[in-house]
């Protein structure tokens, strides 16, 4: 039986065969599940790939990009989900998985999860910034109102506006407020606004409703129209705790309709009054302003100066003249001090001027030639007495001065001075130096003793 090679198939055509049976089965085809996401991502190409599990089991799921550009909101880990799409074998792994077709949220609703994306979306983007608000105006002249004609919103602001701010031009642009053609009829409104200008003020808004009913209002291209305008907007949609998108987009928003027109002007009786309060006081002060004034003329009339002008006339005169005789005598003291200033500067400058300097270099360079003369004189002297008594030492020690007293000076043939009787023999020839020549003389004899010249003897003779 196992040797039964007809009967052997593939991995491959075993996984097909799974495939076919599961996909003609009609139960498979067309399936609707209740489940969870996770696991969740979403594939470069824009494909989502994720897990739906319930308590018990799990199946994997893909949903193309084909199909999923068409969601109204952004599947994320742990949201509950309706599904619905078929069953089919993924090949290559073997494995059984979910081919999703559409999808909705289970619970909170589609339409909520659609708000909550785009109202995280628009925050991320800046749009509900506060530093791009802007202020209503305090009186504003033209105020467009955009909702729709028949319902008990346009009443509510018309109504409050006349009461509050009866000189208020209202001028009402009929839209649609609610079904899928309401956002392009606000935006077109919008843009008819903008286009006529001259307007301070827009309101737009509608009455409550449902969240379905107000959605026209949740829809990001109106968000933007109104995020773009130049004009102050003030957003009333809905009751006071409905909130749509427009209302974080506008600079303002109102609770309600009603409010919204409230915020846009004020009470023109309590203006009135306020201006009459303001005359009042402004009176009041003006005439408070006058009495105190009268009083001090009052006074300045009643001083002295003004009933004995005279005298305070002389009065001044004489102080004027002390006054001159103190600045005149201050100018002196000036005059003085500037003149001994002038002094002082004009010696310095004398004794700087080029002239005088050069003056005193030259008495400054005579005295150090004298000096120098002075101090040469005295170490020429110096030098020459030196030399002089260094020439006597020189004089006592020449040996022709001591020729001159008698004595000679022996020399060899070798002209070597003779000192010792070592350095001659006999029959040597010698050269005897003296006073007034040399003698020429030849050893005849070499004895150690020594001669010396005979006291007794006259004529100094000696040999040899």
Known sequence: MINDRERWCTVSQLTTQIKQTIEVASG??????????????????GHMYFTLKDEKSRISAVMFAGKNQFLRFEPENGMKVLIKGRVSVYEPFGQYQLYVNDMEPDGIGQLYIQYEQLKQKLEKEGLFAEERKKPLPFF????????????????????TLKRR????????????????????????????????????????????GSIEELWAFNEEVVAWKIASLSIPTISAVGHETDFTISD??????????????????????????????????????????????????????????????????????????????????????????YKERLAQL????????????????????????????????????????????????LELLNPLNIIQRGYAAVYTEEKELVK?????????????????????????????????????????????
Not at 165 to 189: C, E
Not at 304 to 323: G, H, I, T
Not at 381 to 389: A, L, P
């Open 28 to 45: 498979l085809q067309n399936v609707w599940l209740r489940a969870e996401i996770s696991n969740f991502k979403r594939h470069s190409r």
């Open 140 to 159: 504003p002249k033209e105020i467009a109102v955009i909702t729709s004609p028949t319902g008990a919103a346009i009443r509510d602001i018309i109504t």
């Open 165 to 208: 701010f009866p000189i208020v031009k209202i001028t009402l642009f009929p839209v649609l407020v609610q079904g899928k053609d309401a956002p392009f009829s606000i935006v077109s409104a919008l843009n008819r606004v903008e286009k006529m200008s001259g307007f301070d003020v827009v309101i737009v808004g509608r009455g409550g």
């Open 248 to 337: 974080f987009i506008a600079d303002v928003r109102a609770a309600t309709p009603t409010a919204a027109a409230e915020l846009a002007v004020p009470v023109l009786s309590e203006l009135d009054k306020e201006v009459s309060q303001l005359f009042s006081r402004l009176d009041r002060a003006v005439r408070e302003k006058l009495s105190r004034e009268q009083e001090k003329l009052n006074r300045l009339g009643r001083s002295y100066a003004f009933r004995y002008p005279s005298r305070l006339l002389e009065q001044k005169e004489q102080e004027l003249d002390r006054l001159l005789e103190r600045m005149q005598k201050a100018l002196r003291y000036k005059r003085e001090g």
């Open 346 to 393: 004009h010696e310095r400058l004398i004794r700087q001027h080029p002239s005088h300097v050069l003056s005193t270099e030259k008495k400054n360079t005579a005295q150090l030639h004298d000096a120098t003369n002075a101090a040469m004189t005295r170490y020429l002297r110096e030098k020459t007495n030196h030399y002089r008594h260094l020439l006597q030492k």
């Open 420 to 464: 010792s009787i070592k350095q001659v023999e006999d029959n040597d020839k010698l050269a005897l130096q003296v006073e007034d020549g040399t003698i020429h003389a030849k050893v005849t004899t070499v004895s150690e003793v020594t001669f010396f010249a005979d006291p007794q003897n006259k004529n100094n003779e000696g040999r040899l």
